[in-house]
């Protein structure tokens, strides 16, 4: 599997059958290409194309993604129910399983908005956490930070047992120290 981060929490995952896109954000780059965060359809043409968005945050879903269907009119799209602009695509739930050709796709209950996916091809399974983390915020009660810190747990130990090839967590560097706890479990 081929992996290119592409800004934020957004990635795309090359897995030779599949073209994977996660949280599609940022598109004003400095140029242009995967190479600089930027999906071009046209180097998409003939591919399996499956773009998958975690929640409606502006951060993780872009809505130039519906754009990309002229070029690749088998685009395929899987979208948190909790995004609005959702036509023509497959809409996913927390606890819900949905089968695409060539893919299973599992959706976690993020621990803000939206779902995680757990996506398994042909080639391998990749999970990507969207918002789904251990968020612990200085000046927030205690209890709700537990609270965060036991519903984390709770849907990362849904994935026990998963053979999990590439995994994308929620991570921002610069953030206070505490607000990411979830990558070190």
């Not at 872009?62 to 070029?71: A, D, G, L, Q, V």
């Not at 948190?80 to 023509?88: F, H």
């Not at 537990?146 to 026990?160: A, F, K, P, S, T």
């Amino acid at each position: 599997m081929q992996v290119t981060y592409l800004y934020h929490s957004g990635f795309a995952v090359d897995t030779g059958d599949d073209f994977l896109i996660f949280d599609y954000y940022r598109d004003l780059p400095r140029g242009a290409g995967l190479s600089k965060g930027v999906v071009r359809p046209a180097d998409l043409a003939g591919r399996r194309v499956t773009v998958f968005a975690s929640h409606h945050h502006p951060d993780h879903f872009n809505r130039r993604i519906f754009s990309w269907r002229k070029e690749l009119p088998g685009i395929r799209y899987v979208l948190s129910s909790d995004i609005k602009d959702r036509a023509e695509a497959a809409v996913i739930s927390p606890g819900q399983r949905l089968y695409l050709d060539g893919l299973t796709v599992r959706a976690l209950e993020s621990t803000d908005e939206g779902v995680a996916f757990l996506v398994q091809t042909n080639s391998g399974t990749v999970f990507h956490a969207g918002d789904l983390n251990w968020w612990y915020w200085a000046g927030e009660p205690e209890a709700e930070n537990q609270e965060m810190g036991r519903r984390y747990r709770e849907q990362i130990d849904l994935l026990r047992g998963e053979r999990i090839d590439v995994a994308f967590d929620r991570w921002t560097p610069g953030w206070a120290d505490n607000t990411c706890m979830g990558s070190v479990i």
